[in-house]
């Protein structure tokens, strides 16, 4: 991938600001990708490294990246344990439902075995 050639030439010339830049891009794609908790790495790397460099700019860009990408990981989390909790309770409704019916059945059947 082109920015990960950007990002190892950039650290063999020692270039801080080109390598932030590259952690920005990955994190930007990763996040497209849905990969939350490695964009946020990598945010997390350019806010360093703009920090050390004093570029305000990037520092700032890196750390709304971080906070946009952090909020979507707790999000998705979020929304997957309320879809598995849906499961669950289908899934107790359901059983709940087959118990009701084997019970009407057997109690049909000893009303049968009365008469």
């Given at each position: 991938m082109f920015v990960e050639r950007y990002l190892e030439l950039s650290s063999?010339?020692?270039?801080?600001?080109?390598?932030?830049?590259?952690?920005?891009?990955?994190?930007?794609?990763?996040?497209?990708?849905?990969?939350?908790?490695?964009?946020?790495?990598?945010?997390?790397?350019?806010?360093k490294i703009a920090e050390e460099t004093q570029d305000n700019t990037m520092k700032d860009d890196a750390k709304v990246s971080f906070?946009?990408?952090?909020?979507s990981m707790k999000w998705n989390d979020h929304v997957t344990d309320i879809l598995k909790g849906i499961q669950q309770n289908t899934g107790e409704v359901e059983r709940d439902e087959?118990?009701?019916?084997?019970?009407?059945?057997?109690?049909?059947?000893?009303?049968?075995?009365?008469?």
């Open positions: 063999e010339l020692k270039y801080r600001k080109g390598e932030a830049g590259a952690f920005m891009q990955l994190g930007e794609l990763l996040t497209q990708k849905g990969d939350f908790d490695t964009s946020t790495k990598h945010f997390y790397r350019a806010m906070g946009m990408a952090n909020a087959q118990a009701e019916e084997i019970a009407e059945r057997e109690g049909e059947e000893s009303n049968d075995d009365d008469n």
